[in-house]
């Protein structure tokens, strides 16, 4: 074996780790050059904004825009409050014992579940129990239930980085406990919770098993007038096109593609820069 | 009179804040009780199919033919076929992970790390039905034509694209867990006159220890969900396969394909929530490892 | 040399203080006469932040604490008073400096603001609240021309001095002082020192501190505490010239702690 020295290993290391860099990101590139390649001819306006046409082979894919906006929504609408509220109660008022203790560590678990239970669970909960049935509710109600943990974590992690020592000074001035929370602690919480609440967002936009059985429909050929109306979905609509219908030209399927992509992946964006900014701007 | 109503006043604000304080701890509740919700709806609906089906014909049944007469609900193949795919994606997806977390943190220049991150991170951020399509109708044919197999849609294919997906878990976790390492351990070896890749791989590797594996088992999680990329990359056959080269069946897959096909309350339909029970058992347990392997490295 | 009459603010009575099943402060009794600054010397450990901080109640917010005994502010038992009533009353300064994340001036309105303590929030009375706090806390000079400008940026000294400053706008009876200046250096210690003098003539002190020189240099009284228990308390001059205790003398003189 040749003893190398220390020195020209060094250099190797950092190249294979390089390397190893390059081919961690390289894929997420390749993807969405891919995408862009083959969908951007497909998209115009009328792509964005008429109804699908021959068995969805050609026309446009508004309504499964509007079915994945309405259902995203209607979730984070009700998830963002009702997490956020939580999130205070575990980390501001709740006693710390073991009740609590086992409380955050099953919500910081349940955030691993896959959203296909979550999925399964929202068919049963609310498609057949509460008979909702297949309806932008329904699915609202699954995406929000499968991204309550997450909201909450992501939350709780935001209340925490306000340093306690704020939370003392204010309350030796006399100021009561939620008056300290809402107007020291949540203001200098705020940018990381919006940033988890665009990632989420973001997150459930893409999420196609949940809705599969909960609020997606294969076909619709009007916008939804109800909340109890199935609707189209984006993922949903891109995994039917892509694998259920013959003979489906290829740039349609790389065009739903591109605009679920652009959809997602600017959210992200923002939220990324949005957490770089605030970071480095922190004025404590 | 002034004071008289100052003090109303007071007495207003004092009488909102109590409102707003019971509406906190009702959230706090109120999500407590989904948690267990959905805990008890799976165990019930899960429970009652293993009344009329042991649980060991269950888990190790060779068979899942839900539509034959008499139906057989064995899930080994689709466990198998969840585990050979998770094997494949981590034996890809960490070594490659926790080497470029490495880079980041200890060898890329400071002006770019941030942009490493968020492109790592960028991919997490891509629907795996985008994934899975772009695994289909690109890595599919390509593995197809490479190994000369009749077809494309293996456990390896849709290995390597949830290899993918698994990477920015693992390589943004990592990377936290190697920055933590305080800088004294890495000045005590420096100055020691040892390498900074010695360094690396004696000192920082060792402290970050508990921090990786604990990145490593959400990206295992992460995996096992995994629904809509592979039910549309690995083939969807519910056999136990004799090489990687073949195609598998997931349990989140076989959930997610036939879930629409079932009647409600039927045995096919409980049967899926057992497999929904079985994957929450099993992912609930790796995260729960992970957040011990994570809260440790935190103490430190 | 004192003409004035002498009025006591606070009586401790028996009070036992513990954390969990530890003992940190047992059977204290003593009296803060009103308009005087009471200094607490003692070694790490002695309960003397303990004690100071059960005095506004702050530690009730540590679930392991728990005490026995009693506290008089005029009369009143502060244990069965409103617990932001008696803050409003009892102020208290950190040993760190903590300036909230806004400006100087948001800093001293902050907490009238949130207590009502102006008619009508009118914006001239806030300012002639945020002139008067620094000025009582010798603070005005050096920021009257940047008032909108970050907390944060102000020097250490500066910073404690606008929490103190944060405590006179809400107008307490009693100002508690833990450790204030273990953070500063000797020309910022030197001001904060000096204000507390002045802040005498209004208001009642209760000063925490490891520096016994300080407790020589401000103290109108001094009481040392030593392993939860309360050893000796006397006028400043009685403690540090002649103690009757031996443990104090050997304090004070440098032999321990």
Excluded at chain 2, 138 to 148: C, K, W
Excluded at chain 3, 236 to 242: H, M, W
Aim: proline share 5%.
């Amino acid at each position: 074996m040749i003893k190398l020295n220390p020195k020209s290993s060094q250099k190797i290391v950092s190249f294979l780790l390089l390397l190893a860099t390059i081919i961690a990101i390289i894929p997420v590139v390749i993807i969405i050059f891919i995408i862009i390649k083959n969908g951007y001819s497909a998209i115009s306006w009328e792509f964005l904004t008429a109804l699908p046409k021959d068995g969805m082979r050609s026309g446009g894919i508004f309504p499964a825009i509007v079915g994945t906006l309405s259902i995203v929504f209607s979730a984070i609408l009700i998830t963002l409050p009702i997490g956020v509220c939580a999130a205070i109660y575990l980390n501001e008022y709740a006693k710390d014992n073991l009740l609590t203790r086992i409380i955050k560590l099953t919500i910081v678990n349940l955030a691993g579940i896959p959203s296909v239970v979550y999925g399964l669970f929202g068919f049963g909960i609310f498609v057949m129990f509460l008979g909702f049935g297949v309806s932008i509710i329904a699915g609202a109600f699954t995406l929000s239930i499968m991204e309550l943990p997450v909201i909450i974590t992501t939350a709780r992690g935001a209340l925490n980085s306000v340093p306690q020592s704020f939370r003392e000074a204010s309350l030796a001035l006399g100021v009561s406990r939620w008056q300290t929370i809402r107007h020291i602690v949540l203001p200098n919480a705020l940018p990381g919770i919006l940033t988890g609440a665009i990632l989420s967002i973001a997150r459930i936009s893409g999420e196609t098993a949940p809705i599969l059985f909960t609020a997606a429909a294969f076909y619709v050929p009007h916008l939804p007038q109800s909340p109890f109306d199935q609707v189209m979905a984006l993922p949903y609509h891109l995994y039917i096109i892509s694998t259920q219908i013959p003979n489906m030209p290829k740039n349609i399927i790389f065009g739903t593609a591109l605009v679920l992509l652009i959809m997602v992946l600017s959210m992200s964006i923002v939220a990324i820069i949005a957490r770089i900014y605030f970071r480095n701007r922190r004025k404590w | 009179m002034q004071k008289h109503q100052a003090k109303r006043e007071k007495n207003m604000s004092k009488i909102k804040d109590d409102i707003i304080e019971k509406i906190i701890f009702l959230c706090g509740i109120l999500s407590i009780v989904f948690v267990t919700l959905i805990f008890a709806f799976l165990l019930k609906e899960g429970i009652s199919f293993f009344r009329e089906s042991s649980f060991i014909n269950f888990i190790l049944g060779k068979f899942w033919y839900p539509s034959s007469t008499p139906p057989e609900f064995g899930i080994l193949s689709l466990i198998v076929g969840s585990f050979i795919v998770t094997v494949g994606a981590c034996a890809i997806a960490v070594p490659i992970g926790i080497m470029s977390a490495v880079y980041i943190s200890e060898f890329a220049p400071k002006s770019i790390r941030d942009i490493l991150k968020s492109l790592v991170e960028l991919m997490a951020a891509v629907p795996s039905v985008v994934i899975g399509f772009v695994g289909m109708v690109t890595v599919a044919p390509l593995v197809r034509s490479l190994l000369d197999i009749p077809t494309g849609l293996t456990a390896f294919t849709g290995s390597l694209m949830l290899a993918f997906m698994a990477m920015p878990t693992i390589v943004t976790i990592s990377e936290d867990a190697i920055r933590s390492v305080p800088w004294e351990y890495k000045e005590g070896a420096l100055a020691l006159g040892a390498t900074k890749w010695q360094t690396i791989r004696r000192i920082v590797l060792k402290a970050a220890m508990p921090g990786i594996i604990g990145a490593i088992m959400l990206g295992i999680g992460r995996v096992i969900g995994e629904t809509m990329a592979v039910m549309m990359i690995t083939g969807n056959a519910a056999h136990i396969p004799s090489s990687i080269f073949e195609p598998v069946r997931t349990m989140t897959a076989t959930i997610a394909a036939e879930m629409g096909e079932t009647v409600k309350g039927g045995l096919h339909y409980r049967a899926l929530f057992a497999i929904a029970l079985v994957l929450f058992s099993i992912t609930f347990l790796v995260n729960f490892i992970a957040d011990m392997f994570l809260g440790k490295s935190k103490n430190k | 040399m004192e003409t004035k009459s002498i009025q006591n603010k606070m009586f401790v009575e028996n009070l036992s203080c513990y954390f969990g099943n530890k003992c940190v402060l047992e059977k204290v009794n003593l009296t803060i006469q009103k308009n005087e600054i009471l200094t607490i010397i003692g070694p790490s450990n002695s309960g003397k932040t303990s004690f100071l901080r059960t005095l506004n109640r702050m530690n009730d917010f540590n679930p392991n604490f728990s005490r026995t005994g009693n506290v008089l502010l005029d009369d009143e038992n502060i244990f069965h008073m409103n617990m932001e009533k008696l803050r409003t009353r009892v102020g208290m300064l950190f040993a760190m400096p903590i300036p909230l994340p806004m400006t100087i001036y948001e800093n001293i309105v902050y907490a009238p603001k949130r207590l009502r303590l102006t008619k009508r929030e009118k914006k001239s009375d806030l300012d002639l609240l945020v002139e008067q706090a620094l000025k009582d806390a010798s603070l005005w000079d050096e920021v009257k021309d940047r008032l909108n400008s970050s907390a944060m940026k102000l020097s250490g000294g500066q910073q404690q001095r606008l929490c103190i400053a944060r405590i006179l706008a809400i107008d307490p009876e009693i100002i508690l002082f833990d450790e204030p200046c273990s953070g500063l250096d000797p020309i910022s210690t030197a001001k904060v020192e000096e204000t507390m003098l002045v802040l005498k003539d209004k208001y009642t002190i209760v000063l925490v501190t490891n520096n016994v020189k300080q407790a020589s240099r401000v103290g109108s009284r001094t009481a040392f505490f030593l392993m939860g228990h309360l050893i000796e308390i006397d006028a400043t001059e009685k403690i540090f010239v002649s103690p009757k205790e031996k443990q104090t003398n050997d304090y004070i003189t440098g032999r321990f702690g």
